[in-house]
């Protein structure tokens, strides 16, 4: 059955650094786009980051733009998430996600266009002292 896992989520102090894992299974990333997004308690959910698997185009949310690092492994068939400077904030459970149909050489982060689909079970994370 195809799907992606998400791993890597944990408990981290303030300013400390998680890389999050999403591995396609079943399937090739091939040229669809793949996005990372986190929903906390009481908020609905959030694109933070995306990549163009083909182009390697990228894109990141305001709140995460200098932290955060969206990168791809070929080999792997695996999409990371480098999270660095982590804030209390951050805690959330965080998903992928794939469009198989993006725009050339881009990638969105507004989930209102229904774009994405094959979610992921989601890894938690939570930023705390």
């Known amino acids: 059955q195809s799907r992606l896992v998400e791993s890597g989520g944990g408990l981290v102090q303030p300013g400390g650094s998680l890389r999050l894992s999403c591995a396609a299974a079943g399937f090739s990333l091939g040229h669809g786009a793949i996005g990372w997004f986190r929903q906390s308690p009481g908020k609905g959910r959030e694109g933070i980051s995306c990549i163009n698997y083909l182009h390697r185009t990228t894109n990141y949310a305001d709140s995460v733009k200098g932290r955060f690092t969206i990168s791809r492994e070929n080999d792997k068939n695996t999409v990371y998430l480098e999270m660095n400077s982590l804030k209390p904030e951050d805690t959330a459970v965080y998903y992928c996600?794939?469009?198989?149909?993006?725009?050339?050489?881009?990638?969105?982060?507004?989930?209102?266009?229904?774009?994405?689909?094959?979610w992921g079970q989601g890894t938690p994370v939570t930023v705390s002292s």
């Open positions: 996600a794939v469009d198989w149909h993006p725009r050339p050489g881009d990638c969105t982060l507004d989930l209102s266009q229904g774009r994405y689909s094959d």
